[in-house]
């Protein structure tokens, strides 16, 4: 059969991500891997989760752990998620919230509920490239986002409107964002809600990392900005994304969105028709570990991280050559490394992976337009100090050739 003539146009926008190719690479022992952005396994609550599934799955709770359930979520678990976020200024209610699996579905979702093909999709210069690749299936078009640009809300419109479209909403991930590490400071979001106010259109707040802060004094969501203008979350345009991948354990697949009722409840229609519900037994464990354990836990988290943050900034400014520069993360995940003009990233790593052993992500492909190609992306979650000083010492060598 040729498939090519029955498949959908914006089949061919579907790309495979750089980031899960370069997870392979993790199975090869001798690579010192910087590329996935992913939690170290070592820290996982295993026991924690042990003892929660043999909970779950026992006795006469082993039924309801195991039939089908409601769209929304868990709710539990949810009116646990509601605690937390008015910890962070954002009052809500379990109406507020939508259980997914992991925030990159909600991130699929709200592409699906917004995007009509050749609208436009403000992002990050560069940004998320999960939320690239959710969006692109419903074939939008993508416009530059710098909230310290003073750019006027007519020039965005103005770039939609030649594009086919109009401009739909505004992705940012503010807290140590992938792929840079950077935090968004309180001034440029509070610009992000203007231009949004301005424009009518929706703000997609990416919180996978928000937990991770090692130092600097937190800055409150766009959320919690936005309902402290206007007094509650109903009448507000962000749609906050959180998730349990990078506190807890990423495998159970457990993120939520939560914004406004009216939109939730468009995205519980859109949960019923795409799965019916996220994995009850994962929702109910979830809800076990993080109410007894989710505390504690983020705090060793915190630490572990931390070290190996400061381990992989000191490595990097005593083996990066002149004419390299990189971010300086005050938590999450991430270092972005800016190279030398003329130097590419995926070049170099196709000669990493041949001659020093070391693995990352170029940075090209966290650009909606493929550009800058002269960058790439560190993680240090999962590499030790050692792995770390190694690393870092043979990527300098590669780059100074």
């Given amino acids: 059969m040729q498939w090519n003539n029955v498949l959908a146009t914006r089949s061919s926008r579907m790309k495979a991500s750089e980031i899960r190719e370069l997870l392979k690479l993790l199975d090869q022992p001798d690579i010192i891997s910087f590329a996935g952005g992913i939690p170290d396994p070592a820290l996982f609550p295993t026991e924690a989760f042990r003892e929660a ?6 006795g006469d709770k082993a039924g309801a752990a195991l039939q089908y359930s409601v769209s929304e979520g868990y709710k539990p678990l949810r009116d646990w998620i509601v605690a937390e976020m008015a910890k962070i200024g954002i009052p809500c209610t379990a109406d507020n919230i939508l259980i997914t699996s992991g925030s990159q579905q909600a991130l699929d979702y709200l592409g699906k509920l917004m995007i009509s093909p050749k609208d436009t999709v403000l992002v990050g210069w560069p940004t998320y490239l999960g939320a690239l690749g959710a969006f692109n299936a419903y074939e939008p078009t993508y416009d530059r986002l710098d909230p310290n640009s003073n750019r006027p809300a007519a020039d965005f419109a103005a770039q939609a409107t030649a594009a086919g479209g109009r401009v739909k909403f505004a992705y940012l991930s ?7 590490g950077e935090t968004l400071a309180r ?3 509070e610009a992000v809600i203007d231009l949004a106010d301005e424009m009518d259109i929706a703000i997609v707040e990416d919180a996978a990392y928000q937990t991770l802060r090692f130092d600097g004094e937190a800055v409150p969501p766009i959320l919690a900005l936005e309902i402290a203008r206007k007094g509650s979350i109903e009448p507000c345009r962000t749609l906050y994304c959180g998730s349990f991948s990078k506190s807890l354990a990423p495998g159970l697949r457990v993120g939520w969105v939560c914004g406004a009722h009216e939109v939730i409840s468009r995205l519980v229609l859109m949960k019923q028709a795409a799965d019916l519900h996220s994995a009850t037994t994962n929702q109910i464990v979830t809800h076990h570990v993080a109410s007894t354990q989710f505390e504690p836990h983020v705090a060793k988290l915190r630490r572990v991280y931390q070290a190996r943050r400061d381990h992989m900034l000191a490595a990097l400014a005593r083996e990066m050559p002149e004419g390299v520069s990189w971010t300086k993360p005050e938590g999450g995940m991430f270092v972005w490394l800016t190279l030398p003009a003329g130097m590419d990233g995926a070049e170099l790593l196709a000669k990493s992976l041949k001659t020093e052993r070391v693995a ?13 190609g002269n960058t790439l992306r560190l993680s240090f979650s999962c590499a030790n100090e050692a792995a770390i000083d190694e690393g870092i010492k043979r990527l300098g060598r590669l780059i100074r050739g």
């Avoid at 599934?53 to 026992?58: A, V």
């Avoid at 503010?174 to 840079?180: C, G, L, Q, R």
């Fill in 174 to 180: 503010v807290d140590f964002a992938n792929p840079t």
């Fill in 360 to 372: 990352f992500v170029p940075g090209r492909a966290f650009f909606a337009d493929g550009s800058n």
């Fill in 53 to 58: 599934f043999n909970q779950t799955l026992s």
């Fill in 187 to 189: 001034s440029a979001r």
